[in-house]
């Protein structure tokens, strides 16, 4: 039987946005929305959309303060006063307020829970959402572009379904708001691929960040060194994540799917290609189905160049989790509506890319920088975590 996946999004997502000058562009979700059914992904008969419910403030608060909360609805309103904010993360270069910033904050998070409810109830075995990933939220803070924590709020509540997440998160951005809230919980396992912290924000994530008490091994990092590309990523992958999930035993797997590693990202220094995401995302869907019996709920993240690798990103990834392949040639109806959104010329191919050359010795740096990594993590974390080493080449 095929399996069941649905795309949370609704048009209503467009409603974040900190300012057109602003990296993070929604239309970068309506892209992917519109490429998706060009594609007619959202026609099979396995896969459809589903439309976000808000979050109510009792859901918002399984992470964040009651009175953070009312601080984002204050600063919302017309004429509010944006410096009042800025203890709190909010009216910041990264996190400028917004007419109804509340509203839409809360319409993530609830595309979030939305996910966790429809897969926890049977209805679907894979949900995506667009719109989500937010993860540098803290609990009284705003970060680096995310108001409210949508992944970590989902999670939260399939803890209180009495329910073991493994979280995955491959944004080339430290998922440090996911990490912090559930740092000390050992039903909860983040594993973080990133760039490092010494050369991107938010400046966190080491492979000494473990854990605490008896979630010690519940937390692992690595940080990856720029212009690391799709084979050192894989080989890192293959050596760590399916081996600790395994041990872990999860009942869901969480991911969040930040773009942003792409080698034409203006933001970050990482050098993944689009053919390699596709085969991070066929590796998570084989391990879904592993350890989980398919219970996988994927969310969108970084990513911004959002006229061209956002929406083929993501298109590839609703594609590996309604098990169907796409045509290289993108077609011509999604390119005419990019063009009209950004004045330029789209991709005409998904995957046909030509990344630069890393500079000299640059290889050999990222190199050096996982092996150790993953040595680290094997000598520090597996034996807590009851781990195998993977076997053979």
């Given amino acids: 039987m095929s399996e069941s996946v649905t795309l949370i999004y609704s048009d209503d997502y467009q409603g974040y946005r900190f300012s057109p000058w602003h990296p ?9 929305a519109e490429l998706i059914r060009a594609y007619g992904i ?8 589903t439309g976000p419910r808000p979050a109510s403030d009792e859901e918002l608060e399984l992470i964040h303060d009651p009175v953070y909360i009312g601080k984002v609805r204050e600063l919302s309103e017309p004429g509010a006063e944006e410096s009042s904010g800025w203890s709190w993360g909010l009216g910041t270069g990264d996190n400028p307020v ?3 910033m509340h509203e839409s904050s809360a319409l993530i998070a609830g595309g979030a829970l939305t996910a966790a409810e429809k ?4 209805e679907l075995d894979h949900a995506f959402h667009v719109a989500g990933g937010l993860h540098h939220a803290q609990r009284a803070r705003a970060s680096g572009f995310c108001i409210y924590n949508d992944v970590a709020i989902a999670i939260a509540w399939l803890r209180q379904q009495g329910i073991r997440v493994v979280y995955i998160d491959i ?3 430290h998922g440090d708001g996911v990490q912090n809230a559930f740092y000390g919980d050992s039903e909860v396992m983040t594993i973080s691929f990133h760039e490092s912290g010494r050369s991107l924000f938010p400046g966190t994530g080491y492979t000494g960040d473990i854990g605490e008490g008896r979630a010690r091994g519940t937390s692992i990092n690595l940080p990856l060194a720029p212009h690391t590309g799709d084979d050192l990523f894989l080989k ?13 035993r999860p009942d869901v797997v969480v991911t969040q799917n930040g773009c942003d590693g792409h080698f034409d ?24 189905h592993e350890v989980t019996a398919g219970r996988w709920l994927a969310s969108g993240g970084g990513g911004y160049q959002a006229f061209t690798v956002v929406p083929c990103a993501w298109t590839l990834l609703m594609a590996e989790l309604a098990g169907t392949r796409l045509a290289e040639e993108i077609p011509e109806s999604w390119r005419e509506l990019c063009e009209r959104h950004s004045g330029a010329q789209a991709p005409r191919f998904l995957t046909r890319e030509s990344p630069p050359p890393p500079g000299p010795g640059a290889h050999e740096i990222a190199r050096q920088a996982v092996e150790d990594g993953t040595a680290e993590i094997k000598s520090k974390i597996f034996p807590l975590m009851g781990a195998a080493e993977k ?3």
Wanted: with cysteine; net charge neutral.
């Fill in 24 to 32: 993070m562009k929604p239309v970068r979700l309506l892209l992917t």
């Fill in 42 to 49: 959202d026609r099979l008969p396995n896969c459809g959309f």
């Fill in 98 to 100: 917004f007419p109804r």
């Fill in 119 to 122: 897969i926890m109830s049977g």
């Fill in 171 to 173: 944004d080339a951005h």
């Fill in 236 to 248: 890192a992958f293959d050596e760590l994540v399916p081996p600790l999930t395994r041990a872990f």
């Fill in 265 to 288: 990202d203006p933001l970050t220094h990482l050098s993944l290609t689009l053919e390699g995401y596709a085969k991070i995302w066929a590796r998570m869907h084989d391990l879904s």
């Fill in 391 to 393: 076997q053979g080449p």
